[in-house]
């Protein structure tokens, strides 16, 4: 990187900060919110509150943890401030909204909603903590743009041990259905740009979302699991590894849905209508994917424009690749899974003020190739 960049990466970090800074009441955690955010882009072996403290001058990571547990700043202001800046630079009116959780793998038992349970993450049953998280992607680009935590029901039935954790009493069970919806809801109320939305079968085989998104008239490619049942104007209700099982071998088409880390992320794909749209020029279809190598099938169920094609709905199914790359970028060049806190709020203010670190680099990057672009064909 020339010195040149250099410059202009750090003015772009002080411009994003520039944003949320007035969200601060007192200059003492406004400053280390600055402090916090220059050390989670630092490049740090780790990056939680001792190696933050540390590059901060501090002599213990005190001063770390109360801007993340007691000072006075609104985390979810900024929040909103780090969704409206990756609109800024990436919004795009064809853009993805994009649902998905990830696990943080923790020890004991006091970290607010850890417990034992299924991480995507680690792919098995661990000790850990849920965050959802919704994710924006264009042609510019992509990066987080909300999250909130999961707790379990062992948790919301306990309210002695959500107060040791800093867990408000108003603060009830609710779904990882149901804080897609939140996020969704918050996302369109903002006027987020997006054309399409889509999420893996976790939250695709929900008819109530699914449902929920058609009531907003919001296109949708989400994953759905082989035995969840469509209806169709002939048979009923039918499972979708059956109706596609019935496809002829001419409905399929092989289609690339971009370039994946070992080339095009080719598949064959084919699709079929389903339903009766209840909008004029909407349409409802299965999706499938086979896999050209394994033949192995996943399956979609999709809701948009009649005239929608089979490539376009294949494009939107191969975007979800994009929260994965946020999750894993996040994790391992912001910090995102590196705190070293246990309350709800804690929990809230770092993974804020990682999104907004991980914005940052994505809209410095993509500002830079713009740039390069420019002086090429200049």
């Not at 199914?317 to 705190?339: P, S, V």
Request: with cysteine; proline share 3%; glycine share 10%.
């Amino acid at each position: 990187m020339t010195a040149i960049e250099v410059d202009q990466w750090s003015g772009e970090l002080d411009r994003l900060y520039a944003r949320f800074s007035g969200r601060f009441t007192r200059s003492e955690p406004r400053r280390r919110a600055r402090q916090y955010l220059s050390g989670l882009v630092a490049g740090l072996d780790r990056k939680n509150g001792w190696t933050l403290a540390e590059r901060a001058g501090d002599l213990s990571p005190d001063g770390m943890q109360r801007l993340l547990r007691w000072a006075d700043w609104d985390v979810d202001a900024v929040r909103d401030e780090v969704r409206d800046y990756v609109v800024e630079h990436l919004g795009d009116p064809a853009g993805v909204l994009i649902i998905d959780d990830t696990g943080f793998l923790k020890k004991g038992v006091k970290s607010a909603g850890v417990q034992r349970q299924y991480s995507g993450t680690a792919g098995r049953i661990e000790n850990c903590q849920i965050g959802v998280f919704l994710a924006y992607r264009s042609e510019r680009g992509h990066a987080l743009i909300d999250r909130q935590l999961y707790l379990p029901a062992a948790w919301t039935g306990d309210r002695g041990r959500c107060r040791a954790a800093g867990i408000a009493d108003e603060v009830g069970f609710a779904t990882k259905i149901e804080m897609a919806r939140q996020m969704l809801k918050r996302a369109f109320a903002a006027g987020v740009p997006a054309a399409w939305v889509t999420m893996d079968e976790v939250y695709g085989q929900a008819r109530s979302l699914r449902t929920w998104l058609e009531d907003h008239d919001r296109a949708y490619v989400v994953a759905t699991r082989c035995n969840d049942e469509v209806a169709t104007t002939s048979r009923g209700r039918v499972r979708v590894d059956e109706l596609i099982a019935g496809l002829p071998g001419r409905a399929w088409s092989r289609v690339s849905t971009g370039a994946g880390a070992h080339g095009p992320r080719e598949y064959w794909w084919a699709r079929v209508p389903i339903g009766v749209s209840w909008r004029p020029g909407r349409g409802h279809w299965l999706l499938a994917r086979r896999s050209i190598s394994t033949g192995e099938l996943a399956y979609y169920v999709c809701y948009g424009p009649r005239k929608t094609r089979l490539m376009d709905l294949a494009r939107i199914a191969g975007t979800r690749w994009a929260i994965e790359e946020c999750f894993q970028q996040a994790k391992g060049q912001a910090g995102l899974d590196e705190y070293q806190v246990r309350d709800w709020r804690a929990w809230h203010a770092h993974i804020t003020l990682s999104m907004a670190a991980y914005a940052w680099l994505v809209v410095a990057r993509t500002l830079t190739a713009q740039q390069q672009t420019t002086v090429k064909t200049a």
